[in-house]
């Protein structure tokens, strides 16, 4: 299967691999898992005032397309308020990055792994946990 050059360049240079400490009350964890091939991504969030995501780290087990969608996921959260990364859909990730139908699922990866981050920040500052895991 041929990967788009900007899965390449993101597979290549992933940015923002790494890890937040998880102990800290404004660090997000998501960490889930692709049933179809086992594949593994955690994804972290910083988060500072005015609920805006100061920070954003990945690590991914897993095929380039979902290398490729974590690390394009990291970059659009910098910056974004806790909202505005919760509207980021993984056909937006399809798009951006090409990927076939195939490899649709990978891209769902990392929109989960966003939404298990923020739920992960919400209960640990207190609030409830939004229901939002795309049901596939
Ligand atoms: Fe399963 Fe990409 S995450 S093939
Ligand atoms: Fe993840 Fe279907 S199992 S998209």
Known sequence: MAYSEKVIDHYNNPRNVGTLN???KNV?????GAPECGDVMRLQ???GAD????????KTFGCGSAI???????EWL???TIDEALAIDNMDIVEELA???VKIHC?????DAIKSAINDYRVKNGLDALVLEKSH
């Open 45 to 47: 969030i910083e988060v």
């Open 28 to 32: 997000g964890t998501g960490l889930v």
């Open 51 to 58: 609920n805006v995501i100061t920070d954003a780290k990945f």
């Open 99 to 101: 990927l076939p139908p």
């Open 78 to 80: 910098k910056g974004k």
């Open 68 to 74: 490729a969608s974590s690390s394009l996921a990291t």
């Open 22 to 24: 998880k102990d800290e």
């Open 107 to 111: 891209s769902v990866l990392a929109e």
